[in-house]
């Protein structure tokens, strides 16, 4: 392994899951902000406007891998197949963060149904307890990486609840309050045992917790961000086809001095599919 590699496989392993967090921490804040705003309607359509165009063009992408898969002589059992559509399974597609997401925006619903006539502030403690069930559940049948970030999603949205009452405390104790996230976050990065997944679901709400911190004082944007952040679907779900492809065309074994052309050539792909994907997106208005 070159120098390059080496340092890039370390950065990668001290990244881990925290890749994800902010994602799933913003989405239970945007979708609880809308609650707060818009109300019962809001919630009423969440089925149709959050879960049913995400499953669908997700399904979408799955059949672009089985299509592929089957160009490529690669074999996948019936069951693996039609499960890939749930997100339960893949057929080399990216699958466990689409499950979650959609699972979250699924007990979002519920909770907030159940909880919505007498306020909010109910709906959102619903969904956090619903979460963690969700959690033991996962941790009993999947991957840790199913369920070791989940908590980020109610966690946005409790802080979306609670939100003037936390960037009050924050402001007024501000170096205070970011000092004790970060030692925090390294005493639990550093403490290996684990049960469920609880310290690395308490060490992925506190990195978040020092994103929002940081972001309170720095403003971060440009156009290349802000492309990346409007195409994130397409990006992730469909980064692996032209991996797949190239690497099977190679024999699944990329030569040491193809690599760079490798990850090169799998960017730009990635990104003219991502140009495209407007043309084939399902929107339901």
Same mark, same amino acid.
């Given at each position: 392994?070159?120098?390059?590699?080496?340092?890039?496989?370390?950065?990668?392993?001290?990244?881990?899951?925290?890749?994800?967090?902010? =994602?799933?921490?913003?989405?239970?804040?945007?979708?609880?902000?809308?609650?707060?705003? &818009?109300?019962?309607? %809001?919630?009423?359509?969440?089925?149709?406007?959050?879960?049913?165009?995400?499953?669908?063009? =997700?399904?979408?992408?799955? *059949?672009?891998?089985?299509?592929?898969?089957? $160009?490529?002589?690669?074999? &996948?059992?019936?069951?693996?197949?039609?499960?890939? =559509?749930?997100?339960?399974?893949?057929?080399?597609?990216?699958?466990?963060?689409?499950?979650?997401?959609? !699972?979250?925006?699924?007990?979002?619903?519920? $909770? *907030? !149904?159940?909880?919505?006539?007498?306020?909010?502030?109910?709906?959102?403690?619903?969904?956090?307890?619903? !979460? =963690?069930?969700? #959690?033991?559940?996962?941790?009993?049948?999947?991957?840790?990486?199913?369920?070791?970030?989940?908590?980020? %999603?109610?966690?946005?949205?409790?802080?979306?609840?609670?939100?003037?009452?936390?960037?009050?405390?924050?402001?007024?104790?501000?170096?205070?309050?970011?000092?004790?996230?970060?030692?925090?976050?390294? +005493?639990?990065?550093?403490?290996?045992?684990?049960?469920? $997944?609880?310290?690395?679901?308490?060490?992925? +709400?506190?990195?978040?917790?020092?994103?929002?911190?940081? !972001?309170?004082?720095? &403003?971060?944007?440009?156009?290349?961000?802000?492309? *990346?952040?409007?195409? #994130?679907?397409?990006?992730?779900?469909?980064?692996?086809?032209?991996?797949?492809?190239?690497?099977?065309?190679?024999?699944?074994?990329?030569?040491?001095? %193809?690599?760079? $052309?490798?990850?090169?050539?799998?960017?730009? +792909?990635?990104?003219?599919?991502?140009?495209? %994907?407007?043309?084939?997106?399902?929107?339901?208005?």
């Amino acid at each position: 392994m070159s120098f390059f590699d080496s340092v890039g496989s370390k950065i990668d392993c001290m990244i881990g899951q925290q890749l994800v967090v902010m =994602f799933l921490f913003y989405s239970g804040y945007g979708v609880m902000e809308s609650i707060k705003k &818009k109300g019962k309607d %809001y919630v009423t359509n969440i089925p149709k406007h959050r879960i049913l165009p995400t499953l669908l063009n =997700f399904d979408v992408a799955v *059949f672009s891998f089985i299509i592929l898969d089957l $160009a490529l002589d690669i074999s &996948k059992p019936l069951d693996i197949t039609l499960l890939a =559509f749930t997100g339960w399974t893949s057929v080399g597609n990216s699958n466990w963060y689409i499950f979650v997401i959609v !699972t979250c925006y699924i007990l979002n619903y519920f $909770a *907030f !149904t159940i909880k919505m006539n007498k306020s909010y502030v109910y709906g959102g403690w619903g969904l956090l307890i619903l !979460t =963690f069930a969700l #959690l033991l559940l996962l941790s009993r049948t999947r991957e840790v990486w199913w369920y070791n970030t989940i908590m980020c %999603y109610p966690a946005g949205a409790m802080f979306s609840v609670y939100k003037q009452c936390i960037e009050r405390f924050v402001h007024e104790r501000y170096w205070t309050c970011l000092i004790i996230a970060i030692v925090t976050f390294i +005493i639990l990065f550093n403490i290996g045992k684990d049960c469920a $997944a609880i310290r690395y679901n308490i060490l992925s +709400i506190n990195f978040t917790a020092i994103i929002v911190m940081f !972001t309170m004082k720095v &403003k971060i944007g440009n156009r290349l961000l802000e492309y *990346f952040g409007k195409n #994130l679907f397409p990006l992730y779900i469909y980064q692996r086809l032209p991996m797949i492809l190239l690497a099977t065309i190679c024999n699944g074994i990329i030569p040491k001095e %193809y690599t760079a $052309a490798y990850i090169t050539s799998c960017f730009f +792909i990635t990104i003219l599919i991502t140009y495209f %994907y407007k043309y084939w997106q399902i929107c339901i208005k």
